[in-house]
């Protein structure tokens, strides 16, 4: 399988991700207790991510684990300024942009010291209001930021990961 259909395949699930993974409430106490598993995801393999989860504009939970830099807090704000752009997962914009081989800075009014197409960051989706915040880790390559929310998420869901998870 080539890349641009490996992109695809990946864009077709990361849709489907959005689409299953939403809320019927989110409250600060749901971000602290995904924080809190987000954390424990990280910490059983031995990683260490930095672990920001929002409303739009409002901070609700943050941790910054032993390990991770100053540089780990500025891709987290990069990425979410994208989801909130486009309310739509980083990993799938950066996608995006490679399968029509393009980048930030070919769109208009985006710079790319504050937007990094770059996996990571997840949209939080309130059911039946819409897009409402993200979640968001940053420390480990793309794939594998953007794979440790979605199983999360899934385990939060009570969805099996394999149903949603990006095969390899």
């Known amino acids: 399988m080539d890349a641009q259909q490996n992109h695809t395949d990946d864009l077709t699930r990361i849709t489907f991700q959005e689409e299953r ?3 019927d409430t989110f409250t600060p106490e ?3 207790q995904l924080g809190m598993r987000l954390k424990a995801a990280v910490e059983a393999l031995g990683k260490a991510v ?8 409002q901070p609700l939970f943050f941790f910054a684990m032993p390990g991770t830099t100053p540089d780990n807090v500025d891709w987290i704000r990069r990425k979410r300024n994208v989801v909130h752009r486009y309310h739509r997962s980083s990993y799938a914009i950066g996608l995006e942009l490679k399968q029509t ?3 930030l800075q070919d769109r208009p009014w985006l710079d790319v010291q504050d937007h990094a197409a770059a996996g990571g960051c997840f949209p939080v989706w309130l059911r039946g209001t819409g897009f409402i915040g993200t979640i968001t880790i940053s420390g480990l390559p793309q794939r594998q930021d953007h794979n440790i929310v979605v199983a999360v998420l ?3 869901f009570g969805v099996p990961a394999s149903e949603l998870a990006l095969t390899d």
């Open 21 to 23: 993974l939403q809320f």
């Open 101 to 103: 081989q393009t980048t």
């Open 30 to 32: 749901t971000a602290w």
């Open 154 to 156: 899934c385990d939060w």
């Open 50 to 57: 930095a672990i920001d989860i929002q409303l739009v504009n």
